[in-house]
């Protein structure tokens, strides 16, 4: 039996990205295909690590993240040590994504404030 395998097309069109996506994330080193003359080949582990790679990217992490957390699951043994580091930068960033939003709740209000004032002074020469 066969390793299930991929090409550059199957998994650009299953996870909605370019095949330039996928070059980018080999240069990066996320996936490494096989070759078969010119084609990539993709693996199970490769497939793994691009669905790991963009569920980073949809929580709005950095790429170096990403790769340190995809080496993680590539390590043998106890999955605490994987665990916690994830736990630490999904709360650095939680932690991050909180304060940018109490900074646009800030800019918003300004926004409005201003907006309420031009809407006075507009009043009072109409």
Known sequence: MTDPHWTISDLAQEFAIT????????????VSPARDGRNRIYSS???TRLKLALRGKRLGLQLAEILSLINMYDAP?????????????????????????????????????????????LGQHG
């Open 77 to 121: 043994g106890d999955t605490t040590a994987q665990l916690k580091h994830y736990i630490e930068i999904l709360e650095r960033h939680r932690s991050t994504l909180q304060q940018q939003q109490r900074d646009l709740r800030e800019t918003l209000a300004e926004i409005e404030a201003q907006l309420d004032h031009c809407q006075e002074l």
């Open 45 to 47: 582990r490769d497939r």
């Open 19 to 30: 095949p330039r996506t996928l070059r980018y994330y080999e240069d990066q080193g996320i």
